[in-house]
């Protein structure tokens, strides 16, 4: 397994739309295995492959909190929204910045897991959240894209000094 490099807003690589997956092969696996020991070593709670450059749509998703309950979405998709909620939101790729943003209240949730089996979930609350911004990643959609115009700009500027400082 391996640590794999986290592209950071506004970098335009995520802006690139995953295609779905149609092999389920021991590529896709250690894939998946490297982006687990990513997500938990940054530490997040979930993880999209668009995130780690890879144009697939893979995503991990762990929101337990000893870090046992790894979940696999393969080519997922939202068949089922209702209700709206407001959360505070992160993410890896956008370091140190956390907004809230309106999301679906519960949903269910059609993808396959690592093996291609294909099963479906309902969710709600911060798993609710965090499927809907994983998802998101695989269309090329970073969450502060829901924030104003004012808001966003303030954080690329805040990111790219930081990248600056750290090259
Ligand atoms: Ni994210």
């Known amino acids: 397994m391996a640590r794999l490099p986290i592209l950071r807003f506004p ?3 995520l802006y690139q739309k995953a295609v ?28 999209a492959a668009t995130q780690v450059n890879v144009h697939r749509q893979v995503i ?3 929101t337990s ?3 046992k309950r790894l979940q696999v979405f393969i080519n997922p998709e939202i068949i089922e929204s209702v209700g709206t909620q407001f959360c505070e939101e992160g993410c890896l790729s956008v370091p140190g910045i956390y907004e809230e943003v309106e999301r679906a209240e519960q949903i269910k949730v059609r993808a396959a897991d690592g093996e291609g089996r294909i099963f479906t979930l309902a969710a709600e609350g911060l798993l ?3 499927i ?9 959609k970073v969450f502060v894209e829901y924030l104003s115009r004012l808001k966003q700009s303030r954080i690329k500027a805040k990111l790219q000094k930081q990248q600056r400082e750290m090259a």
Request: glycine share 6%.
């Open 60 to 62: 991990v998703i762990d």
């Open 128 to 130: 609710a959240v965090c």
């Open 20 to 47: 779905p997956v149609t092999v389920f092969d021991a590529d896709l696996r250690s894939l998946i295995a490297n982006m687990a020991e990513t997500m938990y070593a940054a530490p997040g709670i979930g993880l």
């Open 132 to 140: 809907q911004h994983e998802i998101d990643h695989l269309k090329g």
């Open 65 to 67: 909190e000893d870090h």
């Open 11 to 13: 970098d335009p690589r």
